[in-house]
Nanobody, 116 residues
Framework: QVQLEESGGGLVEPGGSLRLSCAAS????????MGWYRQAPGKQRLLVAR???????TYADSAKGRFAISRDNAKNTVVLQMNSLEPEDTAVYYC??????????WGQGTQVTVSS
């Protein structure tokens, strides 16, 4: 059993910053990918950023230049630093952990609201 615990969401004004954290626990294959996805009402859940255990990073175009992902392989944690937030960033953000073709785990989601 794998569990992902997220923190750091909240309400922030446009131009502000938030730092999302996620910690995974359980039996976890050391070669894996951790990342963040977001889902706005009525829309698909989409990748924001991810990083595999070798350090390879993928960002959504909307995140490039504003967001930064980092992780600690030993602690099974991943952090998303979000700067210059815009109202369009408002969504539920989900932490994700996966490896192989059959192991895929999600956090419960944390709300990020960007509004003045």
């Amino acid at each position: 059993q794998v569990q992902l615990e997220e923190s750091g969401g909240g309400l922030v004004e446009p131009g502000g910053s938030l730092r999302l954290s996620c910690a995974a626990s359980g039996i976890i294959f050391s070669i894996n990918t951790m990342g963040w996805y977001r889902q706005a009402p009525g829309k698909q859940r989409l990748l924001v950023a991810r990083m595999d255990s070798a350090g390879t990073v993928t960002y959504a175009d909307s995140a490039k230049g504003r967001f930064a992902i980092s992780r600690d392989n030993a602690k099974n944690t991943v952090v998303l630093q979000m700067n210059s937030l815009e109202p369009e960033d408002t969504a539920v953000y989900y932490c994700n952990l996966h490896w192989g073709d059959r192991s895929n785990f999600w956090g419960q989601g944390t709300q990020v609201t960007v509004s003045s």
